[in-house]
């Protein structure tokens, strides 16, 4: 769990307000949930044999007995919200949130026990139309932080009927090799032996390489659907790469799944994944909604732009105002919100010091201009100006003046 400090911070508020009027010009709707859940909704939708589940969750009982869990994602949590404050009551919803999840996982580059996920979910929308869209949006995002070397991965993991078909000829597959499983691929054998297909163990790549694979089973409509998706991409211009290998460590995925990855973070080169979700909203106790959303997290995007060597725009500051005396220091402090009134970025040197080494302060600053206020300022009402970065001399002028000398 890492401090941000504010040199690292200036890219998270970029990362941030980037993403927040994106996804609000593509109609999705802010909401908040809180950051802890009774543990059962983890439980019942992430599923009880996944990675997060068995060994990942930050559990702990409340002072009534109740089990309370930090919450590992946001889905489980925005739709438990949809369905309490029945938000779908007129019609489909896009929301999207943001904050801290927690997983007890083994931290390195790119991978903390306290991390930040952006997270948009679509409730209520069964064409492919809106797993384009949510894709779609990502590239646009990429984009509009400068990042090129991306790549998108999708695949589909169809629907129950077809998983269940895959399933069992999968527990055959591994079951005729069982010499070959490792000891997590042994103990997952009759509870999930879809997770044994993501392995990183390179002693099983070759099994899992001769796999059954889940397209051969796939439904008529899941098949139309993943093809109607990828001539939505198509359209859109965005390259892509069909990934029949790509699962995701949730139950509660059906259908499309997608990521987004980079060379570029080692091991932890995921930046953002998602999928359709059709069957949660039932599971979770509502009417059946198709649903599909998408989370990134913000820690490795940061560490991306960094890689490419992107820096956040930062307003610069316009004044520094020093002064000197106890009315000064009192009309310095008038001028300086009148100042921001107008929209100036101003700062106000607060505490004591000589004029020289405040002069330096404001120096250091960066400030474009100092204004210096003395008992003559204030008897004649003006404001001396000093451009700092540019040519000319030091001048009296009026706040107006000094306003528009600023604007200018
Ligand atoms: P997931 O919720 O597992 O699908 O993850 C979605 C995204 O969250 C990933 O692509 C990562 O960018 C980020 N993420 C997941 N787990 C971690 C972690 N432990 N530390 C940092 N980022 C993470």
Request: with cysteine; net charge negative.
């Amino acid at each position: 769990m890492n401090d941000i400090l504010p040199d690292e911070a200036a890219l998270w508020m970029f990362v941030e307000q980037t993403t927040r009027q994106l996804l609000t010009s593509y109609g999705y709707g802010n909401i908040r949930m809180p950051v802890v859940e009774e543990t059962r909704l983890f439980n019942r939708s992430i599923g009880e044999v996944t990675d997060i589940v068995e060994k990942e969750m930050y559990t702990f009982n409340d002072r009534n007995g109740d089990s309370l869990t930090l919450r590992p994602e946001g889905t489980a949590g925005c739709v438990r919200a949809v369905l309490e404050h029945n938000l779908l009551y007129d019609g489909p919803k896009k929301l999207f949130y943001e904050g801290p999840m927690f997983r007890y996982e083994r931290p390195q580059k790119g991978r903390y026990r306290q991390f930040h996920q952006f997270g948009a979910e679509a409730l209520g929308f069964a064409g492919p139309e809106i797993d384009a869209e949510q894709i779609v949006m990502l590239g646009r995002l990429w984009r509009q932080l400068g990042l090129t070397e991306v790549e998108l991965q999708i695949n589909s993991i169809g629907d129950s009927e077809a998983r269940a078909q895959h399933r069992a000829a999968l527990v055959r597959y591994f079951e005729s090799h069982q010499d070959q499983l490792d000891e997590d691929a042994r103990r997952r054998l009759y509870t999930n032996p879809l997770r044994t297909l993501d392995s990183k163990n390179p002693a099983m790549q070759a099994l899992v390489e001769d796999a059954p694979k889940l397209a051969d089973y796939l439904g008529d409509e899941a098949r139309a659907h993943f093809e109607r998706l990828q001539s939505l991409l198509n359209a859109a211009g965005l390259a892509y790469r069909v990934n029949p290998r790509l699962v995701r460590g949730f139950d509660y995925y059906n259908r499309t799944v997608f990521e987004w990855v980079t060379t570029k973070l080692g091991a932890q080169g995921t930046i953002a994944g998602g999928g359709r979700y059709d069957g949660l909203v039932e599971q979770l106790g509502g009417k059946p909604q198709p649903a599909c959303g998408f989370a990134f997290g913000t820690e490795r995007l940061v560490l991306l732009l960094r890689e490419h060597d992107v820096k956040a725009p930062s307003r610069q500051l316009d004044v520094y105002i020093i002064h000197a005396g106890e009315s000064a220091a009192a009309y310095a402090m008038q001028s300086a919100e009148r100042l921001r009134d107008a929209g100036v970025a101003a700062q106000m040197h607060c505490g004591v010091g000589s004029f020289k080494a405040q002069m330096k302060k404001a120096d250091a600053s960066g400030a474009r201009f100092a204004i210096i206020v003395g008992d003559d300022e204030v008897a004649a009402a003006e404001l001396s100006l000093k451009p700092l970065r540019e040519p000319g001399e030091q001048q009296r002028l009026s706040l107006d003046a000094v306003i528009a000398r600023i604007g200018s």
